[in-house]
């Protein structure tokens, strides 16, 4: 996961790019925890036919349930009346590209939104399921999630979305960040997960520590490698044996991820004699040397 245009992380709408990431938390699950009386979802696709005009902001997510029932997600902030007449449109395509008359347009809206939630005319009825997250309080519903035994994913990441006073949004935003940091240390979650959450929040968090954030969970990734490989190899070669070379490869894949000295002494727990020589070392060597303790 690099930070780059190509991680999503800079784009200022981008539901669309992470929802490709986190769509199988939807399998197996209903979507009561948005509000919506679904039947269980079977199926996550992403919708691109080439009718449809495709907008940054578009969230381009399909469920489909075991009623045989279709969701198509769509998301916008500040929802007009001139959107609510554009997604009709999109709803009435998306029908025909699915060949199936039970569609449901699912807008999550945010922001300013139009009264008016229904289009009627002589040929044609459009009503949307609303889900309005001005009515949601964001600090409420986090404090709700962390006492979850077993956390609703669903609704942790949308969560970004809900409602948080304006100038307490970016703390908020770093509070959940920090919340599921240790959801991925005890296995709640997974690092795709957390990039998601990350990316869903670009928009309350200053750039500076989007990068900080950012180079976090590659560390992160790089540690429970780790100790992973820490723990494979002490059953082979002995536990104590283990952790030390466990330690040493965690080193090594920090330096090569280009991490600072100062990070390194602080996770690594090598010895700070051994770590020196380590940093001396080309990345070239580092390979090498990463190889042979990984074959051990």
């Known amino acids: 996961m690099e930070l780059d245009s190509s991680s999503g992380l800079s784009y200022k ?8 990431w986190i769509s199988p938390i939807f399998i197996g699950k209903d979507l009561s925890s948005l509000g919506i009386n679904s039947g ?9 036919p080439v009718t449809l005009k495709v907008k940054g902001e578009r969230v381009d997510l399909i469920l489909k349930d ?11 902030r500040n929802f007009s009346k001139e959107d609510l007449y554009r997604f009709a449109a999109e709803h009435f395509m998306t029908s025909l590209f699915l060949n199936s008359l039970k569609v449901e347009t699912v807008i999550l809206a945010s922001g300013e939104i139009t009264k008016q939630n229904e289009i009627k005319t002589k040929s044609g009825y459009f009503k949307p399921i609303i889900i309005n997250f001005n009515n949601k309080d964001g600090r409420t519903k986090l404090e709700e999630i962390k006492k979850q035994k077993e956390i ?10 809900y409602f948080v006073e304006k100038e307490k ?13 240790e959801l991925l240390k005890q ?11 990350v990316i869903m929040n670009n928009k309350h968090i200053s750039t500076n520590a989007l990068e900080l954030i950012w180079e976090d969970i590659k560390m992160l990734d790089v540690i429970k ?3 992973i490989k820490g723990e494979e190899i002490g059953k082979e070669i002995g536990k104590e044996i283990g952790k030390e070379i466990g330690k040493e490869i965690l080193t090594i894949n920090l330096l090569l ?22 940093f001396k070392l080309s990345k070239t060597e580092l390979k090498s040397l990463l190889k042979k303790l990984e074959s051990k």
């Not at 709408?13 to 490709?20: E, S, V």
């Not at 609703?152 to 979305?161: A, C």
């Not at 296995?187 to 959450?197: Q, V, Y």
């Not at 991490?259 to 004699?273: L, R, T």
């Open 257 to 278: 991820e280009d991490i600072d000295y100062a990070k390194i002494k602080k996770v690594s727990q090598i010895k700070e004699e051994t770590l020196n020589n380590l």
């Open 169 to 181: 949004r970016e703390e908020f935003s770093l509070e959940m960040i920090s919340f599921c940091k």
């Open 13 to 20: 709408q981008n539901y669309d790019i992470i929802l490709k």
């Open 187 to 197: 296995n709640k979650i997974n690092l795709e997960f957390l990039g998601a959450l």
């Open 66 to 76: 075991n009623n045989g029932v279709f969701y198509h997600f769509e998301e916008e």
């Open 40 to 48: 269980i979802i079977e199926e996550c696709r992403g919708l691109e």
């Open 152 to 161: 609703n994913k669903i609704e942790l990441i949308f969560l970004p979305m």
């Open 225 to 227: 490698f780790a100790e």
